[in-house]
């Protein structure tokens, strides 16, 4: 699906050819400046896609503020698990968080099997943001970060909480 990809393309700026997939958890952080006044640092977890990690995911989840669902727009079927990540992200918050859903691998022209209009329409229905993202070559993975941060900062502003 490309999430470590993803991730490695924002934080460390490259991409890697030698595809391993994620075993557990990974855990990264980057701080993004949003704008001169606001600094959102990312606490990042890259799950495993393996159902027998699913175990674990709980104590991850519980304090979340916001969620990236990643499905790779090459394949129908990591599509199709995009509402299963949802319920299972969501049965153990307790609010609501901003989720930004991406289709990943846009780069792949020829191979696309999910169409945007799809990706779209259950953004819209599941109030997800969305967004479609390269991280072989980068497009638009540092704008689905700032997506990201830009809805939790106002969400966290709307919530009298202090960032």
Request: glycine share 4%.
């Amino acid at each position: 699906m490309g999430k470590t990809s993803l991730l490695n393309s924002f934080i460390h700026r490259r991409f890697d050819i030698d595809y391993k997939a994620t075993l557990g958890v990974n855990i990264s952080a980057k701080s993004y400046l949003l704008n001169d006044e606001t600094t959102v640092t990312f606490s990042m977890w890259d799950f495993g896609g393996q159902k027998l990690f699913r175990n674990i995911y709980p104590q991850f989840f519980a304090r979340s503020d916001a969620a990236l669902i990643v499905f790779d727009v090459t394949q129908m079927d990591s599509f199709d698990e995009v509402m299963i990540w949802h319920a299972t992200i969501t049965n153990y918050l307790k609010a609501t968080i901003p989720i930004l859903l991406v289709g990943n691998k846009i780069d792949l022209l020829d191979e696309r099997v999910v169409p945007s209009s799809l990706a779209i329409d259950l953004a819209k229905q599941q109030d997800f943001l969305y967004i479609e993202t390269s991280a072989k070559t980068g497009e638009n993975v540092d704008e689905a970060f700032k997506k990201l941060a830009e809805t939790f900062a106002v969400s966290y502003i709307n919530s009298d909480k202090i960032i």
